[in-house]
């Protein structure tokens, strides 16, 4: 059975912290994703991942950083939270043939006070 | 630039009726594929139903059809014999296929549809 983990499902952290959200994939999938999901706005594209080591921006990228130092992790940072970086985030993966879908995780719900 | 519009926040349906949600698009690419998830309150992202841009007929699974309409680059998503489970967000999604394939979506603002007992 396929899988995306996230390494946590809720978080709660102060402005100006350093956060790391981590995302696994078990299926071997060349390409990652990191979306956020706010309400009314549907899924925004942070950054994807298409290699080791390899990254590009997606429509939203401004304070955030991503790391992928091996091929079934995916993580994204928050260099210094903000408020309006309250969001869910989701992680996303697949191998890029046509008409394949993304599988994605479980969520992680950050809350920034 | 590519476009995807979701134009009903909120829809209800009777159980066992059939419901259509809506999903319009936009995109200059010849070549591109079209996508339905699933996100119940639990917050996962479920796959539901896929669409190419060159497929001939209308794609099926189960109780889910995808009603595309090339022309008017629209590509509904019909669920048949509603059931309470179905009580969820849907998005609809696009992906263009570019040599570069990154496998990029572009998602719709999402439909909240809750079924009624």
């Known amino acids: 059975d396929v899988k995306v983990t996230q390494s946590s499902r809720y978080l709660v952290k102060r402005t100006g912290e350093k956060v790391f959200l981590e995302c696994v994939q078990d299926?071997?999938?060349?390409?990652m994703f990191w979306y956020r999901q706010d309400p009314g706005l549907g899924l925004r594209l942070i950054y994807f991942?298409?290699?080791?080591?390899?990254?590009e921006k997606g429509d939203i990228p401004e304070g955030y950083s991503v790391s992928r130092e091996k091929k079934e992790r995916f993580s994204l940072i928050l260099e210094s939270a903000s408020t309006n970086q309250t969001s869910m985030y989701l992680c996303?993966?697949?191998?890029?043939?046509?008409?394949?879908?993304?599988?994605f995780g479980p969520g992680t719900r950050l809350t920034v006070l | 630039a590519q476009k995807i519009t979701q134009t009903q926040p909120g829809m209800f349906v009777q159980e066992k009726e059939a419901v259509t949600l809506d999903c319009t698009y936009d995109?200059?690419?010849?070549?591109?594929?079209l996508f339905w998830y699933k996100q119940p309150s639990s917050g996962e992202m479920i796959f539901l139903i896929y669409?190419?841009?060159?497929?001939?007929q209308n794609a099926t699974e189960g109780r889910y059809s995808l009603n595309f309409q090339k022309a008017r680059k629209s590509a509904n998503l019909v669920i048949s014999a509603s059931q309470l489970g179905d009580s969820a967000m849907y998005f609809c999604?696009?992906?263009?296929?570019?040599?570069?394939?990154?496998?990029?979506?572009?998602f719709g603002q999402g439909t909240t549809l809750q079924v009624k007992p």
């Open positions: 999604a696009m992906r263009d296929f570019p040599s570069s394939n990154t496998g990029k979506l572009i």
């Open positions: 995109t200059s690419d010849p070549s591109y594929g």
């Open positions: 991942s298409y290699d080791v080591k390899m990254k």
């Open positions: 299926m071997d999938h060349e390409n």
């Open positions: 996303a993966s697949l191998t890029p043939e046509q008409g394949s879908e993304q599988f």
């Open positions: 669409q190419g841009s060159y497929d001939q």
